[in-house]
C-alpha cells in the first residue's frame, strides 16, 4: 500500500515556522559551565597580575622586604562583605622551623620581620581591590611548631566599617591581603639562620565574613584544583598537600620538600607524590 501523498508547500509552513522557535526555546536549557572559586597566593603580585610561584633570595642583605599577595575568585555571589579572616600555613625543608622564619612570639629571632596590609598595589589591571581601600586589619598569630615542628601557622582578619560593606562577584580576581616579611637579621652581626632553607607558604583557608554572618562562606582549594593556593620559598615545593580533620579541626599536612633535579633518577612513585 502506498503512503500518504506529500504534503503541500503550503501545508508544511507552519512547521517549518515553528521550528526556530523551538530552537530558541531549548538553547536557554545548556547552563554554562561554572565560574571556578577558590584560593590563590603568589609572591609580589596578584596571581591574575603576573605574581611569583617561587621566591629565590640570596639573603645578602638586610635591606627590603617579602610580600605574599593573598586573593581569591568566588563561584557564587557573595552579599553584603564586611570582612575576613586569614589562615595561611609555612613549613621548612627541615627538622624545625628555622630561626629565619620565627617572628612575633616574644623571644624570637626575627619578632617584628612579619607584617600585614590590606593595600592593594596600585598598578595592578586585573585583580580588584575588594575593600576599595577602606578596610583594616592584622596578624593575630603566628604559631610556631602548630601541628609540626617545622611549621608555623598565621592567622589574620581584616574589616571594613559598617559604611563600606560591599559584594563580589563570580569572574573577578579579588585582593585579600599583602602578609610582609622583612629581611631584617639576614646578615651580619645577630643575623638569625635559615634564610636559605627552603620553604613552603600554603593560604590555607578563607572566611569571607557578612553582615550578621547569614552568609559567610569559607574556601579552602585552590582556584585551580591544584596549585594556586602555595608558593616556594628557595625552590621548596609541598609534598602532598592534603586536609585532615582531627581534634585541631580540618587542617592540610603536609611537608616541603626540594623537588628532583633533572637529570637524577627518580622512582615514578616519588615524582607523582609531589604533583597530586
Known sequence: MRGAPLETEAALKPFLRAIP???????????AAPNPGGLDMRWVNCIADGGLANRSFAC??????EVLVCSYQTDAPILNVTGAELTV?????????????????????????LGMNMVANPNWVNCVDQWSGQATGGIGLYGIGFIAPDMARIRAVGAVPAASIFDVFPGTEY??????I???????AGACTGCSTPACALFANLVITTSGGTGDRTFTQPKDGASSHWVGWQ???????????????CNYHFTCIIPPVAGRASTWGALKSLYR
Do not use: E, Y
Request: aromatic fraction near 6%; hydrophobic fraction near 40%; glycine fraction near 8%.
Open 21 to 31: 522557535l523551538l530552537c530558541v526555546t531549548l538553547v536557554p536549557m545548556v547552563k
Open 60 to 65: 645578602n642583605t638586610n635591606s627590603g622586604s
Open 89 to 113: 600555613d609555612v613549613h621548612a625543608d627541615a627538622a624545625a622551623l628555622p630561626l629565619w622564619w620565627q617572628f612575633k612570639n616574644t623571644g624570637t629571632c626575627r619578632g617584628p620581620a
Open 175 to 180: 585582593f585579600v591581603a599583602n602578609i610582609t
Open 182 to 188: 622583612s629581611h631584617i637579621r639576614t646578615v651580619g
Open 235 to 249: 625552590s621548596g615545593v609541598p609534598n602532598n598537600p592534603q586536609i585532615v580533620c582531627d581534634a585541631d579541626g
